[in-house]
């Protein structure tokens, strides 16, 4: 999986602008950035855009030729650490599987106590797209991410001082 990422700056607060308040323009641009971005890597005919609330974010799948220069571990290791759902799917060549979908009912964990619109989701962890996760992924067993890991993580980002 190939995964390319994108935010803007807010020309008001100097902070991160909230990807709701993206103009069409702008996310337009963006998805073009990202894809120049991944260029030739992956396989385009499999390929899904989403938005977190900071940033919009480009989803490929590897190829078959990607995949043929790795070594054997790394398609058979566990995952150690993943990044919970998206906030919305903007696009998609193919429906994605359900633990692809955003969660129903997310915990809005703040980043930003100046802007309310800047969080990160919190999987309810009972909803189908957080069931199908842990069920693909094993992200509830095996990582065991939590709002306070989420919370130390972005203090730090943040130079602790959120
Ligand atoms: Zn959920």
Redesign the pocket.
């Known amino acids: 999986m190939w995964l390319a990422s994108i935010s803007r700056p807010s020309q008001l607060s100097r902070g991160r602008l909230a990807t709701p308040l993206w103009s069409a323009e702008t996310m337009a641009a963006s998805w073009a950035l990202l894809r120049r971005l991944v260029g030739p890597c992956g396989d385009p005919s499999r390929e899904r855009i989403f938005r977190m609330q900071i940033t919009t974010c480009l989803h490929r799948a590897a190829s078959d030729d990607d995949l043929a220069r790795v070594p054997a571990w790394f398609c058979s290791a566990r995952p150690i650490d993943l990044a919970g ?1 998206p906030v919305e799917i903007l696009f998609e060549t193919e429906p994605g599987l359900p633990s692809t979908h955003p ?4 915990t809005k964990i703040p980043l930003d106590p100046r802007n309310p619109l800047l969080w990160f989701p919190d ?8 069931l199908a996760r842990a069920a693909h992924n094993g992200r509830l067993g095996l990582t065991d991410i939590t709002a306070d890991h989420v919370r130390a993580v972005t203090t730090r980002m943040d130079g602790g001082g959120m």
């Not at 999987?123 to 957080?130: A, F, V």
Request: proline share 15%.
């Open positions: 759902g969660c129903h009912n997310p999987d309810c962890g009972t909803c189908e797209p957080c």
